[in-house]
């Protein structure tokens, strides 16, 4: 009876509520979601948006998106794409603080930092390590917990920020904002989906993942 039950809803039209944990990373993942609700419009969306690690079985999620290498067993995962991280500033800003070429350079400037919410760290920047093995230490002229200010402050000549490249894509198109010490960055993430494993996946986990897989970095393919 479980396995008929299985088989009938594996056939059945994707509907129902969709509860679904990402990153705070909206500008990346929001237009792809308008389009999803349009062509599934049975199912609600129930978006929780948290840099948190939330325990996906626990706390009900249908599917979960995340940076990183997976760790959980009872989740399987699907890879959605890969992005780098780059050191940007607006040219206004370089005109008038320098172009930085260096670790050490990058004392004088204006830095635009990103602090973890759980731990309440900064985040490193993805440069080489100074001689004890340690993480640069640069000035901190601003902090914050998200993408899009970073890059807002960055735009308007506030500093230099490290971001995600599908972040600024647009704005380094349009020299709008300029890579630095792109030689010197070493660090790719990548995107995953995840979601329970042990069952077949519902029509509309389904959906949401082979919607997201084709849709999320299909600019880069």
């Not at 500008?27 to 979601?33: C, G, H, N």
């Not at 948006?49 to 325990?55: G, I, N, P």
């Not at 706390?59 to 067993?73: H, K």
């Not at 890059?151 to 506030?158: K, V």
């Given at each position: 009876?479980?396995a008929?039950a ?52 626990e ?15 009872r989740?399987v ?22 172009t ?27 440069l080489?390590p ?20 970073r ?8 500093g230099?920020?490290?971001?995600p ?25 990548v ?5 329970p ?25």
């Open positions: 009876e479980a008929q299985e088989l009938s809803q594996a056939s059945a039209a994707p509907k129902g509520r969709l509860r679904v944990s990402l990153p705070l990373v909206s500008t990346l993942v929001l237009p792809v979601l308008a389009d999803f609700m349009r062509e599934y419009p049975d199912i609600q969306l129930d978006l929780d948006f948290s840099d948190r690690l939330v325990d996906v079985v706390e009900g999620f249908d599917a979960v998106v995340r940076t990183g290498v997976p760790a959980d067993s989740l995962a699907r890879t959605l794409g890969h992005f780098q991280m780059v050191l940007v500033a607006s040219p206004e800003y370089l005109a008038t603080y320098g930085p070429c260096s670790v050490q350079d990058l004392q004088s400037h204006r830095c635009l930092h990103f602090r973890w919410p759980h731990s309440g760290k900064l985040e490193a920047w993805p080489p100074e001689v004890d093995g340690e993480s640069p230490r640069l000035p901190v002229s601003m902090v914050c917990n998200n993408i899009e200010t890059a807002c402050f960055a735009l308007q000549g506030c230099i920020a490290c971001l490249d599908f972040a600024v894509r647009q704005a380094l198109a349009d020299g709008r904002l300029v890579r630095v010490m792109s030689e010197q960055v070493q660090r790719e993430g995107f995953h989906i995840l979601w494993a042990g069952r077949q996946a519902s029509p509309k986990v389904r959906a949401l993942v082979d919607f997201l897989c084709l849709r999320v970095f299909a600019s880069d393919r």
